[in-house]
């Protein structure tokens, strides 16, 4: 049963450290989103890559928040320096693009404290 | 631009009551359309969708119709249960061969017992 997986699942920090989310989409999908979801925003694109190219970055704040796709099995989503307005759930989710469905990670919960 | 409409919430219903939660959308050209479940501490599972105009998709005893004459696609289920408590999102394909979707806000359904 293939799954999106997420690392780590949960991640307290102090204001102003660094923080790496790490995502290992389904082997063989070549899209691969980064969600951020809080209750006064609800669900939010913050990146969109497909076959490791990143299309779409708009949804995300450039000056802290960066992603990338190193190989096919591995994304990462950092944030430097961390603020308190980060804490949220960050989901990471990937596809086919042909295919529309979206298999969504367990997410990473974040607190900035 | 494209963007979809969901109901608020919460809606409460007692064990083996009908569930609708409303969903309207507006798009340009032809999207798909999907209701995703995220049950508590879990990321968002695919529930069912539709790629045409009169589709109905099923699963899990829900169904929901893709109606073009009123750019609806409301999520319906005859008698709900407890295990049914979750946060439902309407979704549609922002254009095809992408593999992005637009998400509604949210709809929580809290089933009593």
């Known amino acids: 049963d293939a799954r999106v997986t997420q690392t780590p699942r949960h991640k307290v920090t102090e204001m102003g450290q660094e923080v790496t989310m790490r995502c290992q989409p389904i082997?063989?999908?070549?899209?691969v989103f980064w969600y951020r979801q809080t209750m006064m925003q609800g669900l939010e694109l913050l990146a969109y890559f497909r076959n490791r190219a990143p299309l779409d970055d708009s949804g995300m704040p450039k000056d802290r928040f960066s992603a990338e796709m190193p190989d096919a099995t591995l994304a990462t989503l950092k944030i430097q320096p961390s603020e308190p307005r980060d804490s949220a759930v960050y989901f990471c989710a990937s596809g086919l693009n042909w295919e529309e469905t979206q298999y969504f990670g367990p997410g990473t919960r974040l607190l900035v404290l | 631009g494209n963007s979809v409409t969901q109901m608020e919430g919460p809606v409460t219903l007692s064990e083996e009551a009908f569930l609708t939660i409303n969903c309207t959308y507006t798009?340009?050209?032809?999207?798909?359309l999907f209701w995703y479940v995220q049950y508590p501490g879990e990321g968002l599972q695919l529930l069912l969708k539709a790629t045409k105009a009169d589709d109905k998709g099923s699963n899990k005893g829900f169904e929901a119709t893709y109606r073009k004459e009123t750019t609806s696609f409301h999520l319906e289920k005859g008698s709900v249960q407890v295990s049914d408590s979750a946060v439902y999102f309407c979704a549609l394909s922002r254009s095809s061969n992408t593999g992005k979707l637009i998400f509604g806000q949210g709809t929580t359904l809290q089933v009593k017992p």
């Open positions: 798009a340009t050209g032809y999207p798909s």
């Open positions: 082997l063989g999908h070549n899209t």
